[in-house]
Every structure is written in C-alpha cells, then in structure tokens.
C-alpha cells in the first residue's frame, strides 16, 4: 500500500533556530501534499497545500515567511520553521494524495519541540 | 509493519439509517486510538480511545474500543446528510523517544437523502 513517511520522527531545537520536516511518498507520486498541525486536544488544523512545482497555498492565519513550504518534487515536500519558538512546539503531519487513485495518505508526524 | 485497516472502504445509506464503521490496528507500543471527520479541509476531531471498552458519545455519534481485538467502531445513528464524509481513524503510538499517528485509509459514507 502506498506510504507516506516524513522525517525527522522528532526533533528539540533551541529557540530562532529553523528546523526542516521532510514529507516523502514513497510509491506514488504526489502532485498535492497537506501540512497539518495537531493541538493539544488533538485537533487538526491544515496549515497549508502545496503543488509540485508551485508556490504553496496557506490557510488564513498561518505565516508564510515563518512556515516555508517547498513542493520541489512529486515524492517530496518540506516544511521549515523558521526562527522557531516555543509556542511552535507541535505535532506536524503531512499528509499526500495520489492523483491517480483519488486517495490521500498520511504520514506519522513530526514532533517539534522548541526550548 | 505498523498499519491500520478500515472497513468498509465505501459505504452509502439512505438518511435515517444507522451504521458501523471499523478500525483495526496493529501498532507497536500503542497508546490511544482517534477517530476524525473528513470533509473539506482539515479532519475534524472526534473521538479519541485509549481505555477498552468504554464507549464516548458525541450526540449521534459513539465510538469504544477493543484493546483485546485490537479494534474499534464508529456508530452513526439516524444519519443525515451532512454525514456524508471520508471517517479516518489513526492509531497513535509512542516509544523510542518519539510518537506518531499511523492513519487509515478512511471509509468513505455517503448519506443519501
């Protein structure tokens, strides 16, 4: 079945430092990928949808200067947080669809913890 | 491998009707089992599972899990329309310093008036 995995599993970082989470399909190839982020009470709130080779679309709310999303392939879209704080501190998910199949699939999240 | 299974696939009522969906899993180091709404935008939330056999209920809506069959359901009762959604559920795991979420593929319901 197809896979989405993203990377790193989880990473504490110091705060103003920018951290990297890679999303990868690992058997289809993904012309649309989601960023999502979980709160506490473990909703999800989508923050942006990036398409291969075009600039990401933010939800209302969600900086796009702070929170870089690079859709560079068909397997691969990244989010960096940029000078991160602690109140970044989340659980990020991604999450992939594959065109062909109409059927989105998602990663194991990253955790990002800010000291 | 961790994977969660979901079943049906795809699923179409009339409204009124009451139905089941399911979720198993097998997930190294399992903690807790939640249950989303998937319509437009981000999934909503909606349930989360973590002791066996007690059922949660939101309005038409309850779920439990079976921690010895390594399971749970989704019960929608008196459907309506705007229940017509993708239902995911995800199992949430945590061990070697880190946690995550494994989905599955969801049961797409569709309520027909």
């Known amino acids: 079945g197809a896979v989405v995995s993203q990377h790193p599993s989880r990473v504490i970082c110091k705060s103003g430092t920018s951290v990297k989470i890679e999303c990868r399909s690992l058997?289809?190839?993904?012309?649309?990928m989601f960023w999502y982020r979980q709160f506490p009470k473990k909703s999800l709130m989508l923050m942006a949808t990036?398409?291969?080779?075009?600039?990401?679309?933010?939800e209302q709310g969600v900086e796009k200067d702070k929170f870089l999303i690079n859709h560079a392939s068909l397997t691969l879209s990244t989010l960096t947080v940029t000078s991160a704080h602690p109140e970044d501190s989340s659980f990020y998910i991604c999450?992939?669809?594959?065109?062909?199949?109409?059927?989105?699939?998602f990663g194991p999240g990253t955790r990002l913890t800010v000291l | 491998e961790d994977k969660v299974v979901q079943s049906p696939l795809s699923l179409v009522v009339h409204e009124g009707d009451t139905v089941t969906l399911n979720c198993s899993y097998e997930?190294?180091?399992?903690?807790?089992l939640l249950w989303y709404k998937q319509e437009k935008k981000a999934p909503t939330f909606l349930f989360m599972l973590?002791?066996?056999?007690i059922e949660k209920k939101s309005g038409r809506l309850s779920s439990i899990l079976d921690k010895k069959e390594l399971s749970s359901i989704l019960n929608i009762t008196a459907t309506q329309t705007g229940d017509s959604a993708i239902y995911l559920c995800?199992?949430?795991?945590?061990?070697?310093?880190?946690?995550?979420?494994?989905f599955g593929k969801g049961t797409h319901l569709i309520i027909q008036p």
């Open positions: 999450s992939a669809r594959d065109a062909r199949r109409n059927e989105q699939f």
């Open positions: 058997d289809f190839q993904a012309t649309t």
């Open positions: 990036s398409n291969e080779g075009s600039k990401a679309t933010y």
């Open positions: 997930v190294t180091n399992f903690r807790s």
């Open positions: 973590t002791s066996s056999g």
């Open positions: 995800a199992a949430m795991y945590s061990g070697g310093g880190a946690d995550g979420l494994t």
